[in-house]
């Protein structure tokens, strides 16, 4: 048993169901059956009560679900309080993919002259997990893309950005010099995988589709993915401006789309969870890139 498993348990037994569960811990739902599985041969009982329409808690789940509850809180209060204790001076700074090609760069320009006692661990994640490992802790800071599901997330605007088309060069709308969104609304179109929530929603324009339902062709954890099934003919799908000089491929069109909202690249944080030299790192970022912070 370890504090992982406990947390798939803690996740399921508040969902109650494996979907939202997996998409809430950013794991696949076999990953998560088989953990609860296993957790349940380490203890010897069941936990839960599972049909092809539900998934309850057993009186044994029941009654341990606060327990597990208060462990965890326990352990995550140790965690912060040490963290605050204790000036350490390893920050860990996630990036989504694609923000990382220069505007990563360009915000730690300098940063082991600035602050040489900080440590920076800089690591990539793809659009699975598009809060960049803040949601679960596994990050203090974050360069990403809203909008992410993190509570109590504070955040920097760093770039602003306009909203393009990804089209197969073969595509009837390929050589059009601008786009409406309502154009494309019916077409087949490459999205991220579930797991990003209502990120994925955003990228797939749910706002402008009146609840109708995309006609999703397949999903994509990366913009080389997105990419390669787009130049293939099996979609297309809805990016930014900087991938049109990132990641333009043979086969594939860029084109504008005239009537979308700004999309915006931040530095994002948890302000309860800063250790001193992640808070520090943070204010140096946003004096520099002198973005507007947003609640």
Known sequence: ???????????????????????????????????????ERVIGDRLFDRDTRSVSLTATGREWLPHVRSALAGVDAALEAVALLVDYGHVRLGYLIGTGA??????LDGIETVFPDITV???????????????????????LRPPVDVPDMQLAIVAEESWVACLPRSHRLAGREELRIEELL???IVVAPKSAGKWREYWYAADARGGKEPQIAAE???????????????????????????????????????????????IAWRPERLTTPARRLVEHMVSTSRPEPRD
Do not use: C, H, W
């Not at 992982?4 to 939202?20: H, K, Q, V």
């Not at 220069?102 to 915000?107: E, G, H, I, S, V």
């Not at 390669?228 to 860029?254: A, E, H, K």
């Open 1 to 39: 048993m370890n504090l992982r498993s406990l947390r798939y348990f803690e996740a399921l037994g508040t969902e109650l169901n494996y979907r939202r569960a997996a998409e809430k811990l950013f794991i696949t739902q076999p990953a998560l059956s088989a953990a609860i599985q296993n957790l």
């Open 102 to 107: 220069d505007l990563l760069f360009q915000l």
């Open 121 to 143: 661990e800089t690591i990539e994640y793809d659009f699975s997990d598009p809060t960049a490992g803040l949601a679960s802790g596994a990050t203090d800071i974050a360069l």
């Open 186 to 188: 019916d077409e087949p």
């Open 220 to 266: 994509a954890a990366t913009y080389e993915a997105e990419a390669t099934l787009v130049s293939r003919g099996v979609g297309l799908s809805f990016t930014t401006s900087s991938m049109v000089r990132l990641y333009d491929r043979p086969g594939i069109q860029f084109v504008p789309i005239i009537d979308r909202p700004v999309s915006y690249t931040a």
